[in-house]
Nanobody, 127 residues
Framework: QVQLAESGGESVQAGASLRLSCIDS???????????VGWFRQSPGKEREWVAT????????HYGDSVLGRFTISRDNDKRTVYLQMNSLKPEDTAVYYC?????????????????WGQGTQVTVSS
């Protein structure tokens, strides 16, 4: 129903900006465009951390405290894509970033509430 692919991860210097993309390439777009989408990240030895969530229609967004004011989540359902604009990057933002889909539209911060996941894209921020 959903096939996600993240892209845009790079190695950058602290203070730089990146934009991550999460594209659904499944045959039918219905599930993706009617689902909430979240971004999560995970670095070695740490638990997966919730970053941001956007409602299916873009009407509501929510951010983790560590990224609030620096990251912006958005979506273009015509393109079946969700973006994560990341500004003022810090070394502690280094992680693999994953997008995930919640068809039940719970506005959740919990990884277990998301049914479909991409493979992730690596972001490395050096000081």
């Amino acid at each position: 129903q959903v096939q996600l692919a993240e892209s845009g991860g790079e190695s950058v210097q602290a203070g730089a900006s990146l934009r991550l993309s999460c594209i659904d390439s499944a045959g039918r777009p219905y599930t993706f465009i009617t689902s909430d989408v979240g971004w999560f990240r995970q670095s070695p030895g740490k638990e997966r951390e919730w970053v941001a969530t956007i409602k299916w229609n873009g009407s509501w967004t929510h951010y983790g405290d560590s990224v609030l004011g620096r990251f912006t989540i958005s979506r273009d359902n015509d393109k079946r894509t969700v973006y994560l604009q990341m500004n003022s990057l810090k070394p502690e933002d280094t992680a693999v970033y994953y997008c995930a889909v919640d068809p039940q539209r719970r506005g959740s911060l919990k990884a277990q509430d998301y049914n479909y996941w991409g493979q992730g894209t690596q972001v490395t921020v050096s000081s």
